[in-house]
Each structure stands twice: as C-alpha cells, then as structure tokens.
C-alpha cells in the first residue's frame, strides 16, 4: 500500500466521501481515513433509515452560523438539484416528503452506495478502522501518523464531523487539529435534539407519551411551525427539533397550541352559540384526545363556557395560544442529530473551505461552524463543503 498521496482526508462521512470522489476525478490521488469499521454511518442512521438526502428549498436561511454569509457561496455552486442529479444518474429511487425534503424509497444505503460507487470510478482510496495519532505540518504538506504507519500528503481535509451521536464514532478530532495549527473555535453544543423537562410537567405529560400535535413553537425570534412529539423522556418532534437550536439553557419555549385557529375569537363564539359547550369540548375537537384531556385537568377548566367571564376566556386562549415552558435540558450530543458551533468560519476560504493562512489545510462538513435545519438541509452542506474542498485539494 501506498503511503504517498496527493490528498488524505480524515473521515469518511457525507463530506469525506462527496470531496474524496470530487478530488479523485481530478486526477488526485485520494486516501480517506476513518476509525470507524464502516463509512458513513450517519448517512445509514439518518431519515429514520432512508436518509432524507437534501432539500430543494435549501436556502442560506436554513443555516446557523455565527458567520451567516460563509455557506452562501458552496451552497450556490453544488445546489440541492445539482446532488438529485447524482442520484438519479445512479437510479436510486426517491420521494419527496415534507415541502423540498427527498428521501430514499427504499435505504439510506442507496445514498452510501452512490457515494462509494463514485469514490471508486474516482479512484480515491478508503482505508477504515485506522486511526490517526498526529499531524505534522511539513514544506510540502502534512505528515500523519497513522495505525497503518506512517502517511505523507500535500493536501490535508479535516472531514471528521462534530460531537453528536459519540457511539456512531463521533470525535472532537477535527477541533483538536483546529486547535494545533492555531484557529479558534466557537463553543459547541447539541442541535436538532429532544428536550428533557422538569419533573413535575414531566410527570403531568408522561401519560401523553406518543401524542403528536401539530403547534407553532417560538424561542429567541425564532419559530417553527411543524409537530410537537411528547415522549417518555420529554418533548421531541420536528418543531421541538428545529428550535433546541436556538434555545440555550435557561431560555422559555412558547408553544401556541392551535396555531390554526384564533383562539379568543372561537371561544367569544363558542360561548354565545352554545353556552353550555365546555372548554374541554373546544380542546376536543382541536386537538387529539389524550392531549386535550390531558391539558383541560392541567388548567382544571370545568363547566360550561357560559360561566366563565371574558377575562377568563382570555386567560384560557392565553393558556393554549403561549404556553410557557421551561424545559431542564436537552438530551446533548447522546441523540442530537448535529453540533452547533466548531471551527470559526471567519479563517477558512467560503470558495475553497481552506484554511486562510495555511492553504492546504481544509475543514469541511459538520466539523466548521454551519449548521443546518431539520430537513435535508445538513447533508447538502456536507456536499456542498465536500465538492467546493475537492475541487482544489
Ligand atoms: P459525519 O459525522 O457524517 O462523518 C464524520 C466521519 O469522521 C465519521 O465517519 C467518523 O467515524 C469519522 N471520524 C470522527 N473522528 C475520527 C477520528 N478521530 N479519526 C478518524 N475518523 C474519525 N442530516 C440531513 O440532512 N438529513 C437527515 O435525514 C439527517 N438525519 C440524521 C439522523 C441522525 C440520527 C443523525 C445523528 C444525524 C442526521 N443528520 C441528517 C445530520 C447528518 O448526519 C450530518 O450533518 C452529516 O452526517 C455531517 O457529515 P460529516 O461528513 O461532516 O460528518
């Protein structure tokens, strides 16, 4: 085996493999390294196993970053439709879901599959269950050393990811590198993760366990309009998903339980047109059953709507329209599906995703400071980061 290569990217992930198959097709002769026993991982665990792939309406907006302008140049040259191209030419069979959101038919398999099958027509080399013990900066590039020896390269890409899901192989590798060749991080944190609750709401909502409903959910001049999913633990689904990455601890969720309708204005009617309706019947009709039981003995609104003063049909809109909560936390890196934070943005190149002080040196993928929405949105940055790194490595 070789121990000379043009370019040596560590990790073989979404962005790994995308930027490996990239390179190779240049002509460069390509190594990716993974501890793992398996390439890509995440892409096999993702979707729900059906890997929702990228999102059509993929915008700059769908991306946190401390930086917000950085994504916006790889994301336009390696679009959403430019990767469902590679997927249909590879004929994997895909639908979409949600507004934009593609996923596999069939497996997320299809999408490693695409990614393997193009690293070999490629030429780039992997070489799993290797781990890398250090980096050395030398004239000509990089030095590494490695469990399979020692490893020389011009071109070196971080593509190692961030901290989440740490038994799927998920290291700080990448920030440890950042660190040694002098960039600053921006702190970490679990995105796209369930929130855990205090015990007493913990305890009035356990019951509710597998409830869905769908509710608009607001925190820090955010909002996301999708399902609210109560679990065992706490409160997950893609609303609850999509805002833990705006929340910090401490912060307050307002959830406005029956984002379609106007609450006051329905229970001023309900109250005129049939007095003797109850508040429980309203929640009935609105909401799923256990949910709305569940929230009426919470609030203990009793009797029928012709007892209750406008006042208080103000208090119970309020009630369903901005209810409060603070939740204990969230799972962290344990189930999030992204880490928030990570390599500073503001030193590497939005064109090439180089470092700008050191040129052959690239972060790519999760591992830098962007991060996407729920949605698809995540794996098109790793393309796009990927492709935008191979095209100069
Ligand atoms: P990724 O984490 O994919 O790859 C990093 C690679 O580096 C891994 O193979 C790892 O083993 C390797 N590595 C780490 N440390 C190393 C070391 N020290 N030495 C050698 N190798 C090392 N996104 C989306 O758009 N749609 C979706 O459907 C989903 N679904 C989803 C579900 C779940 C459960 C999770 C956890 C995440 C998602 N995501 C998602 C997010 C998506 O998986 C994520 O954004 C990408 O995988 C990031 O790609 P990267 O290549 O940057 O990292």
Known sequence: MSSDYDVIIIGAGAAGLMCAATAGYRGRKVLVIDHANKPGKKILMSGGGRCNFTNLNSTPANFLSDNPHY???????????????????HGVAHEEKAAGQLFCKDSAKDILNVLLTECEWAGAEIRLKTSVSGVQGTDTGYNLATSAGSLTCESLVIASGGLSIPTMGATGFGYDIARQFGLTLLPTRAGLVPFTLHPDLKEQLGPLSGVSCPVDVSCRD??????????????????????????????????????????????????????QSTVGHYLGQHLPKRFAQAYNDMHGWTGPLQGYKNSDLEQVAEALGQWHIKPAGTEGYRTAE?????????????????????????????????????GGHNFQWAWASGVAAGNVA
């Open 71 to 89: 994504c916006i140049s790889a994301l336009k040259r390696y679009t959403p439709q430019d990767f469902l191209e590679l997927v249909e030419r």
């Open 338 to 374: 992204v880490t928030l934070g990570g390599v500073d943005t503001r030193q590497l190149s939005s064109k090439t995703m180089a470092v700008l002080e050191r040129p052959n040196l690239y972060f790519i993928g999760e591992v830098v400071d962007v991060t996407g929405h729920l």
């Open 222 to 275: 955010q909002h996301f309009r999708e399902p609210m999913l109560v679990t065992h633990r706490g409160l997950s689904g893609p609303s609850m998903l999509q805002i833990s990455s705006y929340w910090h601890p401490g912060d307050k969720l307002t959830v406005d339980l029956l984002p379609a309708n106007r609450i006051h204005e329905d229970l001023l009617s309900l109250r005129k047109n049939k007095p």
